[in-house]
């Protein structure tokens, strides 16, 4: 039976990439999008890949056996300043997609490294 305290909140989100790419990710989500990377416990340090803050959330990018991107479900990510975002992506080679306008909001998608679908909304 649902309670409305039984979900508070969004933790984390999860993305998957292939083994060994950690560096791949680090210089997309830190050096293209600006998070910061945060330390993984000990405890699942041995597994690969990283973790970053995404405001008062996390992002979590595991490895996966036999990764496959993901092409339809996706993370949005909200931006303060879509049009500088934009030219940060453009400055980097990160090809933008664009969408139809939301209601009260702007958003493109993008593709990290390893070809996972990202979306990039800032709310008027």
């Known amino acids: 039976m649902y309670t409305e305290t039984m979900i508070t909140g969004l933790d984390h989100i999860q993305l ?3 083994a060994g790419e950690e560096a791949r990710a680090r210089a997309f989500f830190t050096g293209v999008l600006g998070m910061a990377e945060l330390a993984k416990p000990i405890s699942l340090a041995g597994r690969g890949g990283c973790w970053f803050a995404c405001g008062a959330q996390e992002l979590h990018v595991g490895v996966e056996a036999g990764f496959r991107p993901a ?11 879509l049009a500088a975002v934009q030219a940060q992506l ?6 933008i997609y664009h969408q139809p306008r939301l209601p009260n909001a702007r958003r493109i998608f993008v593709e ?3 070809g996972n679908r990202i979306e990039l ?3 008027d």
């Open 16 to 18: 998957a990439m292939p």
């Open 71 to 81: 092409k339809k479900a996706h993370p949005a990510f909200l931006v303060k300043d």
């Open 90 to 95: 453009k400055a980097a080679n990160v090809e």
């Open 112 to 114: 990290d490294p390893f």
């Open 121 to 123: 909304i800032e709310r």
